[in-house]
C-alpha cells in the first residue's frame, strides 16, 4: 500500500518556484549575460554574450527534477547525487550548484555576488572558461554527456556496492534513442538491493532533439508506459506545462518512488534476501525550453525545437529582439531572488541541502576522497615455473584469473570484474570460486548445473560492451576499482567510450580539487593472431590505433608475451591511479620466455635486450630482431634460430617490447625512452626488423622521430586472415619466422646473393607449412611445437 505523501503547502510551493526561477535565470545568464547580471539597467548590446551555440532547451527541466531532489534530500537527509544525459545541458545543473554555494567556495572569483555572478556567465562556453555539459571541473558531476548514451550505466556503476546512496539520473529523450542507452535500461537486472545503492532515472521527454522529434515523445502513453514495464520498470508520470501543477505534481511522485525504494531495500536487507524489485522510474514531459520566449518572429519557439540552441538570436543587431531578451530575462523577478549585492536572498539560500549533502559537494561525485587502495596478494605467488626460456607452454590468462580470484577476496566491496560473457572463454573463470556472475532475473533449475550465477555476485557479465565500460567508469569515478576484459575485435565497440573517459581523466588532472581514482584496466585478449575457427570479424588489432590518439597523460598499453610478463604488468596496472591501462595478451598457450624475477625487471623497464636470445654482446649487431605481442615474439625468436643455424657467424640482437610507449621519444610520453638509450639498444645504422601484434603502421607512427627509423621494417597484421590456423595466418600476414628471416637476408648487404639458398629453403617451407594447414587444418607439428634450441 502506498504511504499517503502530503502535498505541498503554499510557502513550499513559492519557495521552491522561486529557486527554480532563480535556476532558470542564472542558466538563460550564461547562454546571454555578461554583464548586469540582476537587470538593475536596461539591457544593451554590449552587455550580450556573443554566442554561436546555447544550451537552454533542457536547462530548465534539468534544474527541475535537481530543485526536487534537494528537497528530498533535506526531509529525509538522504546521500545523493545528481547525473545530467541530455547534451550541453551544463546550465540546468551549473546553477543550482552556484547556488547551493560549492561552486563559490572552489572557485572564488565566482563569488556568490554581482561581481563573482559576471564571471560565472562570462566563462561558460566561452574561450578559457567552461564547456557547456558537465565537464570535471564541474562540481558533483561524474558524467560529462558530450556524447549521449551512458548516464544510466554510469549511474548504475556509481550504485553498485553504495547501499546508502540514491543516483538520480536525467535521461534526455534524445539519448534515449541510442543503443547504448536502451540496453542501459537492464541495469536493473544486475542491482542487489542488499548491498547496493538505488537508481531513480528520470525520463526527460522535452520532445525534440536539435530540430527533430524524439521518438518516445511520439508513441503513445500506453506504449511508453508498456515499453518501461516491459523493461521491468514501474514508471511514473508527471506531465504538463503550468509550473505550480508541476512542482505538486513532481514533490508528490519524487517522494513516492523514494519512499518506495526505501520500503524495497529496507524489506531486502532485513530479511537478507535479494531479489529484483520492480524499481520506480519518472517519464517527465515538460516543454522543450520551459518558460523561455513562446515565440520569437512568429514562430514557436517553447515547446519546439528551436529552443534546443539559442531561443533568439540576433540580439545584438536587433533592438526589438534585444528588448524581447530583457522581458524573458525579467519574467523570472530577478529582483525577488537576489538582493542588492547579488547574493540570494537567505530564505532561499536555505532551501539547499547542507555540507557534503549538497550534491555538488557529495564525496561520491569526487570519488578519489572516498578510494581506499586494493589489499593484494603477492602476484609472485602466482608466477610460471620455467624449465627454461622458450621450453615450456602455458595459458597465460588462467595464472591471473587466480590473481583476480584472490584480489576479489579480499577486497568484497570495492572490486568488482567485467567482461561480457567471456571471463570463463578468456580463463579467468576461476574468480567464480569467491564470487559468482551477478543476477538478479529469473532462475532455472539447470542454473545450479555451472550456470555460476548468484544475486550475490561480484562478477559482471552482459553481452554489451557499452553497459559494461558504462558500469565500470561509474564505479571507478565513485572511488572503487575494477577490471575488465574483451575480445581485441571487439573492443572496437567501446572506442568512443573509451575516447570521452581519456578526455575526462585528462581534463581532471587539471582540475586540483578532484581527487585520483583508481584506473581503467583493460584486457584486451582472444586476439588476432588465435582466430582458429572464428575467422576474419575476429581479426582486428587496431584498438590500439585509437588509445595511442589520446592524451599520453593518461595512456598506457602493455603486450606481455607470457604468464609471467602479464602478471607483473597486472599488479601495476590495478594500483596505479588516473590512467587507462590497456593489456594486450592471449588466452591460448602460449611458448614462456621469462621467469618471475626477469619478468619483473623486464617489465619495470617496459623494453630490453633478451641477452639468452641474442649473440652480439660486446660488439655490434649486423641486425636488430624487436618483437611485441605473444605470437610475434615466438616467430621473431624462431627467426633468430633459423638466421643463426644458416649464417652461425651473424651477429643478432634481440629486443621485446612489453610497454609499447617506450618507442616514442621521452618529450612525448613520460614513458618513452631518452634518444641515446634508444640509439643504444636498436643503433642508428642498422636494419631493425620488428615483429609486431597490430597494424604494423603503428610502430612506424611511435618511432618515426627516431634517429634510426629509415632502417626499421616493420611486420603486422595487414588485413590477411580467414578460417586459419596461427602459423599459417602468420604467413598470410608475413609475420612468420621465415618471413622474418628472408627480411634479414634482404637487408643485409653481405647475405643479399650469398643467402639466396637459404631464401629459396625459406619459401619452400612456408609452402609446406601452409599445405599441410590446409590438409590436417592443424599446423605442422614441428613448427607448431617449437621451442627455443640453445
Same mark, same amino acid.
Given at each position: 500500500?502506498?504511504?499517503?505523501?502530503?502535498?505541498?503547502?503554499?510557502?513550499?510551493?513559492?519557495?521552491?518556484?522561486?529557486?527554480?526561477?532563480?535556476?532558470?535565470?542564472?542558466?538563460?545568464?550564461?547562454?546571454?549575460?555578461?554583464?548586469?547580471?540582476?537587470?538593475? !539597467?536596461?539591457?544593451?548590446?554590449?552587455?550580450?554574450?556573443?554566442?554561436?551555440?546555447?544550451?537552454?532547451?533542457?536547462?530548465?527541466?534539468?534544474?527541475?527534477?535537481?530543485?526536487?531532489?534537494?528537497?528530498?534530500?533535506?526531509?529525509?537527509?538522504?546521500?545523493?547525487?545528481?547525473?545530467?544525459?541530455?547534451?550541453?545541458?551544463?546550465?540546468? #545543473?551549473?546553477?543550482?550548484?552556484?547556488?547551493?554555494?560549492?561552486?563559490?567556495?572552489?572557485?572564488?572569483?565566482?563569488?556568490?555576488?554581482?561581481?563573482?555572478?559576471?564571471?560565472?556567465?562570462?566563462?561558460?562556453?566561452?574561450?578559457?572558461?567552461?564547456?557547456?555539459?558537465? +565537464?570535471?571541473?564541474?562540481?558533483?558531476?561524474?558524467?560529462?554527456?558530450?556524447?549521449?548514451?551512458?548516464?544510466?550505466?554510469?549511474?548504475?556503476?556509481?550504485?553498485?556496492?553504495?547501499?546508502?546512496?540514491?543516483?538520480?539520473?536525467?535521461?534526455?529523450?534524445?539519448?534515449?534513442?541510442?543503443?547504448?542507452?536502451?540496453?542501459?535500461?537492464?541495469?536493473?537486472?544486475?542491482?542487489?538491493?542488499?548491498?547496493?545503492?538505488?537508481?531513480?532515472?528520470?525520463?526527460?521527454?522535452?520532445?525534440?532533439?536539435?530540430?527533430?522529434?524524439?521518438?518516445?515523445?511520439?508513441?503513445? =502513453?500506453?506504449?511508453?508506459?508498456?515499453?518501461?514495464?516491459?523493461?521491468?520498470?514501474?514508471?511514473?508520470?508527471?506531465?504538463?506545462?503550468?509550473?505550480?501543477?508541476?512542482?505538486?505534481?513532481?514533490?508528490?511522485?519524487?517522494?513516492?518512488?523514494?519512499?518506495?525504494?526505501?520500503?524495497?531495500? /529496507?524489506?531486502?536487507?532485513?530479511?537478507?534476501?535479494?531479489?529484483?524489485?520492480?524499481?520506480?522510474?519518472?517519464?517527465?514531459?515538460?516543454?522543450?525550453?520551459?518558460?523561455?520566449?513562446?515565440?520569437?518572429?512568429?514562430?514557436?519557439?517553447?515547446?519546439?525545437?528551436?529552443?534546443? !540552441?539559442?531561443?533568439?538570436?540576433?540580439?545584438?543587431?536587433?533592438?526589438?529582439?534585444?528588448?524581447?531578451?530583457?522581458?524573458?530575462?525579467?519574467?523570472?523577478?530577478?529582483?525577488?531572488?537576489?538582493?542588492?549585492?547579488?547574493?540570494?536572498?537567505?530564505?532561499?539560500?536555505?532551501?539547499?541541502?547542507?555540507?557534503?549533502?549538497?550534491?555538488?559537494?557529495?564525496?561520491?561525485?569526487?570519488?578519489?576522497?572516498?578510494?581506499?587502495?586494493?589489499?593484494?596478494?603477492?602476484?609472485?605467488?602466482?608466477?610460471?615455473?620455467?624449465?627454461?626460456?622458450?621450453?615450456? /607452454?602455458?595459458?597465460?590468462?588462467?595464472?591471473?584469473?587466480?590473481?583476480?580470484?584472490?584480489?576479489?577476496?579480499?577486497?568484497?566491496?570495492?572490486?568488482?570484474?567485467?567482461?561480457?560473457?567471456?571471463?570463463?572463454?578468456?580463463?579467468?573463470?576461476?574468480?567464480?570460486?569467491?564470487?559468482?556472475?551477478?543476477?538478479?532475473?529469473?532462475?532455472?533449475?539447470?542454473?545450479?548445473?555451472?550456470?555460476?550465477?548468484?544475486?550475490?555476485?561480484?562478477?559482471?557479465?552482459?553481452?554489451?560492451?557499452?553497459?559494461?565500460?558504462?558500469?565500470?567508469?561509474?564505479?571507478?569515478?565513485?572511488?572503487?576499482?575494477?577490471?575488465?576484459? +574483451?575480445?581485441?575485435?571487439?573492443?572496437?565497440?567501446?572506442?568512443?567510450?573509451?575516447?570521452?573517459?581519456?578526455?575526462?581523466?585528462?581534463? /581532471?588532472?587539471?582540475?586540483?580539487?578532484?581527487?585520483?581514482?583508481?584506473?581503467?584496466?583493460?584486457?584486451?585478449?582472444?586476439?588476432?593472431?588465435?582466430?582458429? =575457427?572464428?575467422?576474419?570479424?575476429?581479426?582486428?588489432?587496431?584498438?590500439?590505433?585509437?588509445?595511442?590518439?589520446?592524451?599520453?597523460?593518461?595512456?598506457?598499453?602493455?603486450?606481455?608475451?607470457?604468464?609471467?610478463?602479464?602478471?607483473?604488468?597486472?599488479?601495476?596496472?590495478?594500483?596505479?591511479?588516473?590512467?587507462?591501462?590497456?593489456?594486450?595478451?592471449?588466452?591460448?598457450?602460449?611458448?614462456?620466455?621469462?621467469?618471475?624475477?626477469?619478468?619483473?625487471?623486464?617489465?619495470?623497464?617496459?623494453?630490453?635486450?633478451?641477452?639468452?636470445?641474442?649473440?652480439?654482446?660486446?660488439?655490434?649487431?649486423?641486425?636488430?630482431?624487436?618483437?611485441?605481442?605473444?605470437?610475434?615474439?615466438?616467430?621473431?625468436?624462431?627467426?633468430? #634460430?633459423?638466421?643463426?643455424?644458416?649464417?652461425?657467424?651473424?651477429?643478432?640482437?634481440?629486443?621485446?617490447?612489453?610497454?609499447?610507449?617506450?618507442?616514442?621519444?621521452?618529450?612525448?610520453?613520460? =614513458?618513452?625512452?631518452?634518444?641515446?638509450?634508444?640509439?643504444?639498444?636498436?643503433?642508428?645504422?642498422?636494419?631493425?626488423?620488428?615483429?609486431?601484434?597490430?597494424?604494423?603502421?603503428?610502430?612506424?607512427?611511435?618511432?618515426?622521430?627516431?634517429?634510426?627509423?629509415?632502417?626499421?621494417?616493420?611486420?603486422?597484421?595487414?588485413?590477411?586472415?580467414?578460417?586459419?590456423?596461427?602459423?599459417?595466418?602468420?604467413?598470410?600476414?608475413?609475420?612468420?619466422?621465415?618471413?622474418?628471416?628472408?627480411?634479414?637476408?634482404?637487408?643485409?648487404?653481405?647475405? !643479399?646473393?650469398?643467402?639466396?639458398?637459404?631464401?629459396?629453403?625459406?619459401?619452400? !617451407?612456408?609452402?609446406?607449412?601452409?599445405?599441410?594447414?590446409?590438409?590436417?587444418?592443424?599446423?605442422?607439428?614441428?613448427?607448431?611445437?617449437? +621451442?627455443?634450441?640453445?
Amino acid at each position: 500500500m502506498n504511504p499517503v505523501i502530503p502535498a505541498l503547502s503554499e510557502h513550499e510551493l513559492t519557495s521552491i518556484d522561486a529557486y527554480w526561477r532563480a535556476c532558470n535565470y542564472l542558466a538563460a545568464g550564461m547562454i546571454y549575460l555578461r554583464d548586469n547580471p540582476l537587470l538593475r !539597467q536596461p539591457l544593451q548590446p554590449e552587455h550580450i554574450k556573443q554566442r554561436l551555440l546555447g544550451h537552454w532547451g533542457a536547462s530548465p527541466g534539468l534544474s527541475f527534477a535537481y530543485v526536487h531532489l534537494n528537497r528530498l534530500i533535506n526531509k529525509y537527509d538522504q546521500n545523493a547525487i545528481f547525473l545530467a544525459g541530455p547534451g550541453h545541458g551544463a546550465p540546468g #545543473v551549473l546553477a543550482p550548484t552556484y547556488l547551493e554555494g560549492t561552486y563559490s567556495e572552489i572557485y572564488p572569483n565566482k563569488g556568490e555576488d554581482e561581481h563573482g555572478l559576471r564571471q560565472f556567465f562570462k566563462e561558460f562556453s566561452f574561450p578559457g572558461g567552461i564547456g557547456s555539459h558537465c +565537464t570535471p571541473e564541474t562540481p558533483g558531476s561524474i558524467h560529462e554527456g558530450g556524447e549521449l548514451g551512458y548516464s544510466i550505466s554510469h549511474a548504475f556503476g556509481a550504485a553498485f556496492d553504495n547501499p546508502d546512496l540514491l543516483v538520480t539520473v536525467m535521461v534526455g529523450d534524445g539519448e534515449a534513442e541510442t543503443g547504448p542507452l536502451a540496453t542501459a535500461w537492464h541495469s536493473n537486472k544486475f542491482l542487489n538491493p542488499v548491498r547496493d545503492g538505488a537508481v531513480l532515472p528520470i525520463l526527460h521527454l522535452n520532445g525534440y532533439k536539435i530540430n527533430n522529434p524524439t521518438l518516445l515523445s511520439r508513441i503513445s =502513453h500506453d506504449e511508453l508506459e508498456n515499453l518501461f514495464k516491459g523493461y521491468g520498470w514501474t514508471p511514473y508520470f508527471v506531465e504538463g506545462s503550468d509550473p505550480a501543477t508541476m512542482h505538486r505534481a513532481m514533490a508528490t511522485t519524487m517522494e513516492q518512488c523514494l519512499l518506495e525504494i526505501r520500503r524495497v531495500q /529496507s524489506e531486502a536487507r532485513s530479511s537478507g534476501i535479494p531479489t529484483r524489485p520492480r524499481w520506480p522510474m519518472i517519464v517527465l514531459r515538460s516543454p522543450k525550453g520551459w518558460t523561455g520566449p513562446k515565440e520569437v518572429d512568429g514562430h514557436k519557439v517553447e515547446g519546439y525545437w528551436r529552443s534546443h !540552441q539559442v531561443p533568439m538570436g540576433e540580439v545584438r543587431s536587433k533592438p526589438e529582439r534585444l528588448t524581447q531578451l530583457e522581458s524573458w530575462l525579467k519574467s523570472y523577478r530577478p529582483e525577488e531572488l537576489f538582493d542588492a549585492n547579488g547574493r540570494l536572498i537567505p530564505e532561499l539560500k536555505a532551501l539547499a541541502p547542507k555540507g557534503n549533502r549538497r550534491m555538488s559537494a557529495n564525496l561520491h561525485a569526487n570519488g578519489g576522497l572516498l578510494r581506499k587502495a586494493l589489499r593484494m596478494p603477492d602476484y609472485r605467488d602466482y608466477a610460471a615455473a620455467l624449465p627454461g626460456p622458450g621450453k615450456m /607452454s602455458a595459458e597465460n590468462t588462467r595464472p591471473l584469473g587466480k590473481f583476480l580470484r584472490d584480489i576479489m577476496a579480499q577486497n568484497m566491496h570495492n572490486f568488482r570484474v567485467f567482461g561480457p560473457d567471456e571471463n570463463a572463454s578468456n580463463k579467468l573463470d576461476n574468480v567464480y570460486e569467491v564470487s559468482k556472475k551477478v543476477w538478479m532475473a529469473d532462475y532455472l533449475p539447470e542454473d545450479a548445473d555451472g550456470g555460476e550465477l548468484s544475486p550475490d555476485g561480484r562478477v559482471m557479465e552482459i553481452l554489451s560492451e557499452h553497459t559494461l565500460e558504462g558500469w565500470l567508469e561509474g564505479y571507478l569515478l565513485t572511488g572503487r576499482h575494477g577490471f575488465f576484459s +574483451t575480445y581485441e575485435a571487439f573492443v572496437h565497440v567501446i572506442d568512443s567510450m573509451f575516447n570521452q573517459h581519456a578526455k575526462w581523466l585528462d581534463m /581532471s588532472k587539471a582540475v586540483s580539487w578532484r581527487a585520483p581514482v583508481s584506473s581503467l584496466n583493460l584486457l584486451i585478449t582472444s586476439t588476432v593472431w588465435r582466430q582458429d =575457427h572464428n575467422g576474419f570479424t575476429h581479426q582486428d588489432p587496431g584498438f590500439l590505433d585509437v588509445v595511442v590518439n589520446k592524451s599520453p597523460a593518461v595512456t598506457r598499453i602493455y603486450l606481455p608475451p607470457d604468464v609471467n610478463t602479464l602478471l607483473a604488468i597486472s599488479q601495476e596496472c590495478l594500483t596505479s591511479t588516473d590512467l587507462i591501462n590497456v593489456i594486450v595478451c592471449d588466452k591460448q598457450k602460449h611458448l614462456q620466455f621469462l621467469d618471475m624475477d626477469a619478468a619483473i625487471a623486464h617489465c619495470t623497464k617496459g623494453i630490453g635486450i633478451w641477452e639468452w636470445a641474442s649473440n652480439d654482446d660486446g660488439v655490434e649487431p649486423d641486425v636488430v630482431i624487436a618483437s611485441a605481442g605473444d605470437i610475434p615474439t615466438k616467430e621473431a625468436l624462431a627467426a633468430v #634460430v633459423l638466421l643463426r643455424e644458416n649464417f652461425p657467424a651473424l651477429k643478432i640482437r634481440f629486443v621485446n617490447v612489453v610497454d609499447l610507449y617506450k618507442l616514442t621519444p621521452n618529450i612525448e610520453h613520460p =614513458h618513452g625512452l631518452h634518444e641515446r638509450d634508444f640509439d643504444s639498444l636498436f643503433t642508428v645504422d642498422k636494419p631493425v626488423i620488428f615483429n609486431f601484434h597490430g597494424y604494423p603502421w603503428l610502430i612506424h607512427r611511435l618511432a618515426y622521430r627516431r634517429n634510426g627509423h629509415k632502417n626499421w621494417h616493420v611486420r603486422g597484421y595487414k588485413e590477411k586472415g580467414s578460417i586459419n590456423t596461427p602459423l599459417e595466418l602468420a604467413i598470410q600476414n608475413q609475420i612468420d619466422r621465415y618471413s622474418l628471416a628472408i627480411d634479414v637476408i634482404d637487408r643485409i648487404p653481405s647475405l !643479399q646473393v650469398a643467402g639466396a639458398h637459404v631464401k629459396d629453403r625459406l619459401r619452400d !617451407q612456408q609452402i609446406a607449412c601452409c599445405n599441410y594447414a590446409y590438409e590436417h587444418g592443424v599446423d605442422l607439428p614441428e613448427a607448431n611445437d617449437w +621451442t627455443w634450441p640453445y
